[in-house]
Nanobody, 124 residues
C-alpha cells in the first residue's frame, strides 16, 4: 500500500522558519519525482516546489523562490521543504505528491500519489 505522510507543520510568526517532511512507503522512492502543493482556505490548490526523480532538477513557484528549498533523501525515503521568511500568505495545508519518473512539473495532474497534508499557519 502506497502511503505519503507529511509532518512538521505548526503555528509560527511571520519571519520564522519551518521544515516540512514527507515520508513515503510502498513505492520505489528514487523512481519518483516529488513535489509540494498547498491549499489555503477558500483557494485552489497551488504548486509550491518539486524535485525530479533523478534529483537533478528543482522547480519553484515564483511566490516562494528564494525562501523555500526542496530536497530529498532517498536513503530515508523522504522529501523535505525548508521554509524560511514565512509570510501570512503562506498559511495553508501543505501536501506532498509523487510522480513516477517525473521531471519536477507544476501540474498536479502529473502526480500519482498524495499525502493527507500538514497545516502551516503564519501569524502577522
Amino acid at each position: 500500500q502506497v502511503q505519503l505522510v507529511e509532518s512538521g507543520g505548526g503555528l509560527v510568526q511571520a519571519g520564522d522558519s519551518l521544515r516540512l517532511s514527507c515520508a513515503a512507503s510502498g513505492i520505489t522512492f528514487s523512481n519518483y519525482a516529488m513535489a509540494w502543493f498547498r491549499q489555503a482556505p477558500g483557494k485552489e490548490r497551488e504548486f509550491v516546489a518539486a524535485i525530479s526523480w533523478s534529483g537533478g532538477s528543482t522547480f519553484y513557484a515564483d511566490s516562494v523562490k528564494g525562501r523555500f528549498t526542496i530536497s530529498r533523501d532517498n536513503a530515508k525515503n523522504t522529501v523535505s521543504l525548508q521554509m524560511n521568511s514565512l509570510r501570512p500568505e503562506d498559511t495553508a495545508v501543505y501536501s506532498c505528491a509523487a510522480d513516477f519518473r517525473g521531471r519536477a512539473v507544476a501540474d498536479s495532474r502529473s502526480y500519482d500519489y498524495w499525502g493527507q497534508g500538514t497545516q502551516v499557519t503564519v501569524s502577522s
